[in-house]
């Protein structure tokens, strides 16, 4: 079983695991996204996981959630550059996502509200302004709703509906335009959904969720 050096602490890792899953299975916490454990290549778009590792001498940034272990490497998650870079990575994603604590159905359970935490933040970006963009709630399941104005492109939703071999749910555009989406925009009730319920489950914020749970409906 190959081992690494986490900030300075020897962890055991699986042979081929990445870097994230080890340091978060020994109790080292690293913020994370858009990683699904379970997904053979990892999303890597929210970039909160970056560390540095030691290669030759010299440390080189990486996602942690893409990158293998390799046997005694020295891996620093914790230094004041790579907080620098989680936090300006952390004011991007949350300079597109609509802050509405009070009437969010994932209040209570909202791993962007963990995230800020963790990098002793505030969910309000204080360098950057609002960009969220005008995008209407899709209402038309009868279970679930989406409110584009939150999701922060993780990819969870995404992969999970491939991953059971429905691809209903894909992204559309690119760059800041980008949203998740069905097939030709149809609304959620038409897009042949079968109400598995799964990407609600994974998705981290308030995006997708369960009309029992509330949520406004001012899209
Ligand atoms: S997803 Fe909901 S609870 Fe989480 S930060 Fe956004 S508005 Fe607040
Ligand atoms: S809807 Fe949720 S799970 Fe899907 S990409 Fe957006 S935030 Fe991630
Ligand atoms: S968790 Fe690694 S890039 Fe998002």
Redesign the pocket.
Same mark, same amino acid.
């Given at each position: 079983m190959p081992s690494l050096i986490i900030d300075g602490k020897e962890i055991a890792a699986e042979p081929g695991e990445k870097i994230l899953w080890a340091a978060l299975r020994s109790g080292i916490h690293i913020p994370h996204l /858009?990683a699904m454990e379970s997904a053979d290549l990892p999303f890597g778009g929210c970039r909160l996981c970056l560390v540095e590792v030691e290669v030759g001498g010299r440390r080189e940034m990486v996602t942690a959630c893409s990158e293998p272990v390799r046997e005694k490497m020295k891996v620093y998650a914790h230094t004041e550059k790579i907080e620098r870079m989680r936090r300006t990575a952390f004011e991007l994603i949350m300079s597109d996502h609509l802050i509405d604590c009070k009437n969010c159905p994932k209040r209570k359970d909202c791993e962007l509200i963990r995230t800020a935490s963790s990098l002793k933040m505030t969910l309000q970006p204080k360098n950057l302004r609002s960009l969220v963009r005008d995008l209407s709630i899709d209402d038309s399941h009868p279970l679930f709703a989406?409110d *584009?104005r %939150? /999701? =922060? %492109? #993780?990819?969870? #939703? =995404?992969l999970t509906c491939q991953g059971l071999g429905k691809s209903l &749910?894909n992204f559309a555009y690119r760059g800041f335009e980008m949203v !998740?989406t069905t097939f030709d925009h149809l609304p959620l009730a038409s897009s042949g959904c079968e109400s598995c319920l799964e #990407?609600v489950k !994974? /998705? *981290?914020?308030g995006? &997708?969720y369960l009309k029992e749970t509330g949520g406004r409906r001012d899209g």
């Open positions: /858009c989406y *584009p %939150k /999701c =922060v %492109k #993780c990819g969870k #939703c =995404v &749910l !998740v #990407c !994974v /998705c *981290p914020t995006a &997708l």
